[in-house]
T-cell receptor, first 109, second 117 residues
Framework: RKEVEQDPGPFNVPEGATVAFNCTYS??????FFWYRQDCRKEPKLLMS???SGNEDGRFTAQLNRASQYISLLIRDSKLSDSATYLC??????????FGTGTRLLVSP | GAVVSQHPSRVICKSGTSVKIECRSL??????MFWYRQFPKQSLMLMAT?????????EQGVEKDKFLINHASLTLSTLTVTSAHPEDSSFYICSARVGQGAGYEQYFGPGTRLTVT
């Protein structure tokens, strides 16, 4: 089993739609969690950290469920510029980040 | 967020030659930097952890004599791919850690696309 698993997609949605991605992790000792965004042939950029209480940043909401070991990212009112690959990233407790393979989002006009 | 630069952004070299990639933290000091490699349609894979003033820690399966890492200052880490082969062609990305303990964040450089012919 992979340490971090994501549905690769692609998720094809129209502008204005709401879309959600899930990610599961296998190491129950994982300490911190992040969503990164990666555009084609570019480096990953930190989108948001994920806290136990859940957190929101504008149109983006991240949730963590430690009992079920999954993380979610909700994007509301999708924009064309949201098209990218979204990487679920977990700090497994060994001071190293483990990356999922990413979920590709395509927002169309 | 913190700014990390990488140079060069793209390099083409011949098989058997060596290539050096630089990673700099521009507005902060980074005691720890990380080097990743990403093949097309795959996730980032950690190659090594670079600590300022000490030897790098390599992940399993990464040859330390082939991928030389030097972290000589708090703002600069270098990765040298020695005797490069076509299978080393990949996207190499460095990142620097900001913060301590479990709450740290990592910021990535723009990456270096290496093509070995």
């Amino acid at each position: 089993r992979k340490e971090v698993e994501q549905d690769p997609g692609p998720f094809n949605v129209p502008e204005g739609a709401t879309v959600a991605f899930n990610c599961t992790y296998s190491n129950s000792a994982s300490q911190s969690f992040f969503w990164y965004r990666q555009d084609c042939r570019k480096e990953p950029k930190l989108l948001m950290s994920v806290y136990s209480s859940g957190n929101e940043d504008g149109r983006f909401t991240a949730q963590l469920n430690r009992a079920s070991q999954y993380i979610s990212l909700l994007i509301r009112d999708s924009k064309l510029s949201d098209s990218a690959t979204y990487l679920c990233v977990v700090n497994t407790g060994f001071q190293k980040l483990v990356f999922g393979t990413g979920t590709r989002l395509l927002v169309s006009p | 967020g913190a700014v990390v630069s990488q140079h060069p952004s793209r390099v083409i070299c011949k098989s058997g030659t060596s290539v050096k990639i630089e990673c700099r933290s521009l507005d902060f000091q980074a005691t720890t930097m990380f080097w990743y490699r990403q093949f097309p349609k795959q996730s980032l894979m950690l190659m090594a952890t670079s600590n300022e003033g000490s030897k790098a820690t390599y992940e399993q399966g990464v040859e330390k004599d082939k991928f030389l890492i030097n972290h000589a200052s708090l703002t600069l880490s270098t990765l040298t791919v020695t005797s490069a082969h076509p299978e080393d062609s990949s996207f190499y990305i460095c990142s620097a850690r900001v913060g301590q303990g479990a709450g740290y964040e990592q910021y990535f450089g723009p990456g270096t696309r290496l093509t070995v012919t």
